[in-house]
């Protein structure tokens, strides 16, 4: 004999739902928010010689050393950024292997240009954030 008894369904309340759903979305904006890019020192070499003085990084992913550089730069980058602009010569992209031939620079090494795009200054993959600092009086 089959009896056909119905049991009765649960429901969740709807503020359960609402609330896991608020989550969730909590949750994911989250981890959107932190996949977005920061922030950072442009590859655009443009702004050489057009009226204010530029700092370029030459990078190369393949070392280390521009990366602790960068991170020099991204320090001094508020304090600076109204007197000059801070650029990076990317060594994967075109312009920024032609920068690095034009002015014999590798992985890390900086160079300080004026407002005309001259020469002012330079360094070899600096080993600390004064030395960088001193450079950058030089723009003054």
Known sequence: ???TTSKPQRHIPAWIKW???LVLLAGVSAVVIQQLPRAGISTDLSGIGQGKPVLVLTRDIHYLGGAEVLEYLKQLNPEYQTRLDMRIAHQGQPDGQAFADRYS???GDLVL???AGEEIGR???PGNLQAVRQLLSQAE
């Open 123 to 125: 360094l070899q993959q």
């Open 19 to 21: 609330t896991f759903m």
């Open 113 to 115: 240009l004026n407002g």
């Open 1 to 3: 004999m089959n009896s």
């Open 105 to 107: 620079t590798y992985d």
